[in-house]
């Protein structure tokens, strides 16, 4: 990133929002149906149908607007954004254009240590458009097939302030903005499978400059890295323009995961003239403060007060609270372990360390996992009373992950008791120590090698399992006693 | 005043309607008085009225969120010009 520009960006994010039917009829939104047997004339845009909204999607939207410390106005309506488009049978999008529900919110994020705050300008419900299939690219397909059980899924656009100056902020803006939707329980903000999706507005203009860039919208971003990729790559690609004193145009990107770069999908000055009216088939709705109050009575945990419960209450360093509330599952697996194991900082440890590594090598969420909070607490325990070293427990938490088996049962299959009888390890001790005179020598006239070499034979002498803070010390013991 | 004929060619290209030169010059006019007419409510004095949400008196009308089954898929194709494996099938489109 060149010194001299300064990277603009703007997120628009959509989230399908957890209800069982969709927004505007009764049709259920449960994921992975055969195609089209989830729909309905009122879904799949028959002439003369009447949609009715679903209340469960308004109750979802303000508590949206108070986890982003939105104004939440006491009118708001919907209207039409008028296309065409197969993946869209009535030829328009039930959506928010004026009045949307939620206004002038926020969302703190934390950056390398810094606090900033990104502003949140609406967050609005609107219908999902069905799924097309192509054969192959969709620019040489003969045909396309549609799929309208996504049609009419509930979703909320939440639209932010040009706030964010670099990649790493807008990945941070949205884990948080992800972390926010799951702990209130509005989404399940899986991106992979579509339930929360991310488009960029980014620009590029010189340190200093008031007005704005020529911005480009970049779709197809689909993971946190995808995002922060990107933002990268356009951020590069505009700044090389600009100094090329070439023209930018405003238009829509995709991005392309495999290539790693952004292309042109269409130019926005045709595209954008949706001519939005007052949706004429539903009524306006008003927004009571009562309403309001229910809501929010009822709001539950959210991540910061979390953090600030685990770094007050058991001491955790913040940098592990934010990792622990990036999701409730997260928070609900250390919350319970902590029930059973006094020791906040080694479950967090463990929970940050080797067992994130395996989520993240599997491509799985923590609740997707079988390691249980009981199963962790065990293995634990099991350090602690000496049965098992730190290093076995590894392999302990390996197979407990890949099998779900308990602890126990896995270091009985295993055969890894830890050995932590002082009699058995000094004749190992001995043994070495007299078949080594030489390394002895050099342990005496000060080489630190040598100890690391005695600890390590007898660490192969017992095939991992000697407990090595014992051997540690009865080792330094015989060493220093040899004259 | 009536509408220039690039305009009429915008709106109509918007809503995939071809139009030929009579056509055009008819809905240049007719577009044009449908103008004038909204022109002509601006002028009112509207200052101490209330903005109309809607032309009922009524709001918040609500579903709860309960799934009812949807229709049979082949009952749902029955006026679909196309439908293959279970989908709709559409001519290319770009």
């Not at chain 1, 900082?345 to 067992?355: D, R």
């Not at chain 1, 395996?358 to 079988?370: A, V, W």
């Not at chain 1, 126990?408 to 080594?436: A, C, F, H, Y």
Request: charge should be negative; hydrophobic fraction near 40%; charged fraction near 25%.
């Amino acid at each position: 990133m060149s010194k001299d520009y300064e990277v603009v960006i703007g997120l628009e994010v959509h989230a399908e929002l957890k209800t069982q039917t969709k927004i505007f009829c009764s049709c259920s939104t449960a994921f992975g149906a055969e195609p089209n047997t989830q729909t309905c004339p009122i879904c799949a845009g028959f002439p003369g149908v009447l949609p009715v909204l679903n209340k469960k999607v308004v109750d979802l939207a303000i508590t949206t607007g108070l986890a982003l410390n939105c104004e939440i106005p006491n009118i708001c309506k919907f209207d039409r954004k008028n296309y065409f488009y197969p993946d869209s049978p009535k030829a328009y999008q039930i959506s928010q254009f004026d009045m949307p529900i939620c206004i002038n919110g926020y969302l703190d994020i934390d950056v390398e240590g810094r606090r900033k705050r990104i502003g949140i300008n609406r967050v609005h419900m609107e219908e999902d458009a069905g799924k097309l299939v192509h054969q192959g690219d969709i620019t040489t397909t003969p045909f396309s097939l549609v799929d309208l059980n996504r049609c009419g899924i509930p979703l909320l656009e939440i639209v932010s302030e040009p706030d964010m100056r670099s990649a790493q902020e807008a990945r941070a803006y949205m884990e948080k903005l992800r972390a926010m939707l799951l702990f209130a329980g509005v989404s399940d903000c899986k991106m992979q499978e579509g339930s929360l999706r991310c488009d960029a507005n980014v620009s590029v203009r010189p340190i200093g400059q008031v007005e704005f860039g020529t911005r480009t919208e970049i779709k197809n971003l689909n993971s946190f890295r995808a995002l922060e990729r990107a933002i990268e790559y356009e951020a590069a690609r505009h700044i090389e323009a600009i100094k090329g004193g070439e023209t930018l145009v405003q238009e829509t990107r995709t991005w392309d995961e495999e290539k790693q770069l952004t292309r042109s999908m269409r130019s926005k000055e045709e595209a954008h003239d949706y001519r939005y009216f007052p949706e004429p088939d539903l009524l306006p709705l008003k927004i009571s403060q009562e309403w309001v109050n229910s809501i929010r009575a009822a709001f539950p945990e959210m991540p910061e007060q979390a953090q600030k419960r685990l770094v007050e209450e058991y001491g955790l360093p913040e940098y592990d609270a934010q990792i622990l509330t990036l999701t409730p599952d997260s928070l609900a697996f250390f919350d319970q372990c902590l029930k059973q194991y006094p020791d906040a900082k080694t479950i967090s440890n463990w929970m940050m360390g080797e067992f994130n590594r395996l989520l993240n090598q599997n491509n799985m969420e923590i609740g997707e996992s079988k390691v249980t909070a009981a199963g962790l607490v065990q293995m634990l325990k099991s350090i602690d009373d000496g049965t098992i070293s730190g290093k076995m427990a590894k392999m302990v938490l390996e197979e407990m992950f890949a099998t779900g088996n308990c602890p126990e049962v896995i270091i009985r299959e295993k055969g890894l008791v830890q050995i932590s009888d002082e009699g058995t390890l000094l004749t190992l001790i001995d043994d070495i120590i007299k078949t080594n005179p030489k390394v002895v020598e050099d342990y005496k006239s000060g080489k630190e090698k040598a100890f690391g070499f005695f600890a390590g034979q007898i660490m192969k002498a017992t095939q991992g399992q000697a407990n090595p803070t014992l051997v540690n010390k009865l080792l330094k013991d015989r060493l220093n006693h040899i004259q | 005043m009536a509408l220039t004929i690039a305009e009429v060619e915008h709106v109509a290209m918007l809503a995939r309607i071809s139009l030929n030169q009579s056509e055009k010059e008819q809905f240049a006019l007719e577009l044009g008085l449908v103008l004038n007419y909204a022109d002509r409510l601006k002028s009112l004095q509207t200052d101490n009225i209330q903005p109309l949400d809607h032309i009922l008196p009524v709001s918040n009308v609500f579903r709860e969120d309960v799934v009812i089954g949807s229709p049979d898929r082949e009952d749902m194709f029955a006026n679909a010009p196309m439908a293959e494996d279970g989908q709709y099938r559409v001519p290319k489109i770009i």
